[in-house]
């Protein structure tokens, strides 16, 4: 059974950096592309990253380019979203998602929160 | 960017009863294969998005075929032909023809 678990979020402040990471189990992470989407509290969802499934394709909305680096680690089985100079703005809860190549986003991290506030 | 504009807000249906959403997208989503980059999602209350439709009119594993999506070019829709309690949530249609990837804004549908 595909799982994705999201963790590492949190409070922070304007300003600082915070790392979110994703395990990944129940299928081969090396054979699958990964995105991070995220929701701002009671808004709609909104993409922010794609990796391809070597790492070397990494591709950005304009919202978070130049301050949130997405990298793998095919070894590990794990995704991670470094977030640097965070904003208010960037307070949503974070989703991994798997995608298998089609253009489907097909499963989900259960999400984590980040709070980005003084 | 495609906008992905998606139409009512919110539906109120009585359980048993058929239901329409309707997705347009500011460019035609047809790919030069012949596939077309339209999914659809529910996100149930305090859950993640769940995949129900790819590519128009497939459904995912698992998704009850009471759920049908069709269209094409820029004109969507996913069709309930007899909602149930456990359907309601928000319905969210997503493109991956170009980046940046977008969604519409969400159709939230609820139990009369």
């Known amino acids: 059974e595909v799982h994705l678990v999201d963790s590492g979020g949190g409070l922070v402040q304007p300003g600082g950096s915070l790392r979110v990471s994703c395990a990944a189990s129940g299928f081969t992470f090396s054979n699958y592309e990964m995105n991070w989407v995220r929701q701002a509290p009671g808004k709609g969802l909104e993409w922010v990253s794609f990796i391809s499934r070597s790492g070397n394709n990494i591709y950005y909305a304009d919202s978070v380019k130049g301050r949130f680096t997405t990298s793998r680690d095919n070894a590990k089985n794990s995704l991670y979203l470094q977030m640097n100079s965070l904003r208010a703005e960037d307070t949503a809860v974070y989703y991994c998602?798997?995608?298998?190549?089609?253009?489907?986003?097909?499963?989900w991290g259960q999400g984590i929160l980040v709070t980005v506030s003084s | 960017d495609v906008v992905m504009t998606q139409t009512p807000l919110s539906l109120s249906v009585t359980p048993g009863q058929p239901a329409s959403l309707s997705c347009k997208s500011s460019q035609s989503l047809l790919q030069t294969n012949g596939k077309t980059r339209l999914y659809w999602y529910l996100q149930k209350p305090g859950q993640s998005p769940q995949l129900l439709i790819y590519?128009?009119?497939n459904r995912f594993s698992g998704v009850p075929d009471r759920f049908s999506g069709s269209g094409s070019g820029t004109d969507f829709t996913l069709k309930i032909s007899r909602v149930e309690a456990e359907d309601v949530g928000v319905y969210y249609c997503m493109q991956t023809i170009q980046l940046p990837v977008t969604f519409g804004g969400g159709t939230r549908v609820e139990i009369k």
């Open positions: 590519d128009v009119s």
């Open positions: 998602t798997r995608d298998p190549g089609d253009g489907s986003l097909d499963y």
